[in-house]
Antibody, heavy 118, light 107 residues
Framework: EAQLLESGGGLVQSGGSLRLSCVAS????????MNWVRQAPGKGLEWVSSVPDIGYTTYYVDSVKGRFTISRDNSQNTLYLQMNSLRAEDTAVYYC???????????WGQGTLVIVSS | EIVMTQSPASLYVSPGERATLSCRAS??????LAWYQQKPGHAPRLLIY???TRPTDIPARFSGSGSGTDFTLTISSLQSEDFAVYYCQQYDNWPLTFGGGTQVEIK
């Protein structure tokens, strides 16, 4: 069974940094596109970033470009999201999600909460 | 950016009744449309991809239809565990975008 386990969330001051991690198991990580999706408290889902299985192309929502960096370590079955210059509006539960050929999200982690205090 | 609009925002349905949820894209997304279910305090769950394809673990009472700009998720006979929020998502273009959600509540 495919599973994803996020960690690294917490309380950080505005302007600070956090690195989220997502450890994958139960599927061939190196063959899977991976994604981050977030959900602000009481709000809907917002896609944040994606990285394909191979190649160096990465994708970001405009609001995080230049501040967030997605990366993966296929040897450790781990996905990362480095978040710099955090803002109050980045406060959300961040989900790691396994993508498929067409970038729908077929497996989700339980989420990790990031709170940015101003 | 492709804007996804879901309607209605809330839907009140009795157990055993049919629920019909709509999702409209601001431009064509072909059949690159997914649906998710989310219960309070839980991560979303994939219900439908490719507009109408159901993963093997999803019950047959969930069905998707549509293409281009107009899509529908139908729950044929609502069970107690189906009361949740439902989101659509397009993956035809970057940025990937979600609809605002439809909350299905007990009537």
């Amino acid at each position: 069974e495919a599973q994803l386990l996020e960690s690294g969330g917490g309380l950080v001051q505005s302007g600070g940094s956090l690195r989220l991690s997502c450890v994958a198991s139960g599927f061939t990580f190196r063959n899977s596109a991976m994604n981050w999706v977030r959900q602000a408290p009481g709000k809907g889902l917002e896609w944040v970033s994606s990285v394909p299985d191979i190649g160096y192309t990465t994708y970001y929502v405009d609001s995080v470009k230049g501040r967030f960096t997605i990366s993966r370590d296929n040897s450790q079955n781990t996905l990362y999201l480095q978040m710099n210059s955090l803002r109050a509006e980045d406060t959300a539960v961040y989900y790691c999600a396994k993508g498929s050929y067409g970038y729908w999200f077929e497996v989700w982690g339980q989420g990790t909460l990031v709170i940015v205090s101003s | 950016e492709i804007v996804m609009t879901q309607s209605p925002a809330s839907l009140y349905v009795s157990p055993g009744e049919r629920a019909t949820l709509s999702c409209r894209a601001s431009q064509s997304v072909s059949s690159k449309l997914a649906w998710y279910q989310q219960k309070p305090g839980h991560a979303p769950r994939l219900l439908i991809y490719g507009a109408f394809t159901r993963p093997t673990d999803i019950p047959a009472r969930f069905s998707g239809s549509g293409s281009g700009t107009d899509f529908t998720l139908t729950i044929s006979s609502l069970q107690s565990e189906d009361f949740a929020v439902y989101y659509c998502q397009q993956y035809d273009n970057w940025p990937l975008t979600f609809g605002g959600g439809t909350q299905v509540e007990i009537k």
